[in-house]
């Protein structure tokens, strides 16, 4: 996309959000002669404006899909221009509606996997806990585990997120871990588990575990440096991991080594508030190698950008579109 290179992040942000209430239809006078002002200030306001323009375009036909998979009743067609955010009447045009469903859907996830957690981290928070049979657990950011240590059980049940276990060794009885469709059977070992959807990695230090999906489907053991992924309930073959990369949150580091990039995205948001939306079709098959500090994941989302030759905006403090 064609675009001034020296237009800057805050200068795109207020375009954004010009868009957004010029579509609205409620500016008054007094704010058109602001916004009149704001682009005689600068020539590249204008510029800003129209690559806004342009993203609200590119965004039309995914925030109608989203409206047509999400909206529980049928919504109104836009008024207007047609861009995902407008105000239509008394309520929001079918793209607005999706895209804030879209926003809000993993805050209310995370709300009612919580119900069910007996320990639940936040976006950005780490958190290390001993378990009652001498085990131990570390918490990635934005993760819900449920504990099941009763009548002989020694099970952890992650609901979402990612954790790193390190199970006493010398118990008759074996360490679980369920996570979606995947089981994670030990008798003493350190590995990590991350989940995301349906997706879960498991990733082996040392010792040995024994992974399974669903019933029918051969497990599969791993020993110290290799992971596997159980995906739909199947298993990948087995194969070498990087643990640097895998394991780098526990120090507080965000590392990626040709990771996919949605798969990249959905790790900076358990870092931060808000939703990164990723627009342009083509990026959702680049890969992304490099660390990052973790507390610092606008600057991580911004270097990637560059790496990737994309864009940024941040529409609300829910909302950044990558483009």
Do not use: K
């Not at 200068?11 to 704001?38: F, K």
């Not at 008394?90 to 859907?105: E, H, Q, R, T, V």
């Not at 994670?184 to 991350?194: H, K, P, S, Y």
């Amino acid at each position: 996309m064609a675009s001034e290179p020296d237009i800057t992040r805050s200068q795109r942000d207020q375009a954004a959000r010009w868009l957004v209430r010029l579509d609205g239809g409620s500016i008054d006078e007094a704010e058109r002669r602001s916004l009149a002002a704001w682009l005689a200030a600068d020539p590249r306001h204008a510029a800003a404006l129209r690559e806004a323009e342009a993203v609200w375009d590119r965004l039309e036909a995914p925030a109608r899909r989203l409206a047509a998979e999400r909206a529980t009743a049928p919504q109104p067609r836009p008024s207007r221009r047609g861009r995902p955010w407008i105000w239509a009447g008394a309520g929001l045009a079918a793209p607005a509606l999706a895209l804030l469903l879209w926003c809000a859907a993993p805050d209310l996830g995370r709300l009612a996997g919580n119900l069910g957690a007996d320990v639940v981290t936040a976006q950005g928070e780490r958190r290390s806990l001993d378990l009652p049979d001498g085990s131990s657990l570390e918490l990635a950011p934005d993760t819900a585990v449920a504990l099941g240590f009763d009548a002989g059980r020694r099970e952890v049940h992650l609901l979402r997120g990612q954790a790193f276990f390190t199970v006493r060794r010398g118990l008759e009885t074996s360490f679980t871990v369920l996570a979606g469709q995947g089981r994670v059977r030990v008798l003493g070992t350190r590995f990590d588990v991350e989940r995301a959807g349906d997706r879960v990695d498991v990733t082996v230090e040392n010792g040995l575990v024994e992974v399974s999906g669903r019933l029918g489907v051969t497990p599969v053991r791993l020993r110290g440096g290799q992971r596997v992924t159980v995906e739909g309930g199947r298993l990948t073959r087995p194969g070498p991991a990087a643990l640097d990369a895998a394991l780098a949150w526990r120090s507080g580091s965000l590392v990626f080594y040709r990771e996919p990039l949605p798969r990249v995205v959905a790790r900076l948001e358990r870092q931060r508030s808000g939703r990164i939306l990723v627009a342009r079709e083509s990026l959702r098959d680049l890969t992304v190698s490099g660390a990052f500090p973790g507390e610092d994941s606008d600057g991580a989302l911004r270097a990637i950008a560059d790496t990737l030759d994309a864009r940024l905006v941040t529409v609300t403090p829910w909302l950044t579109i990558l483009y």
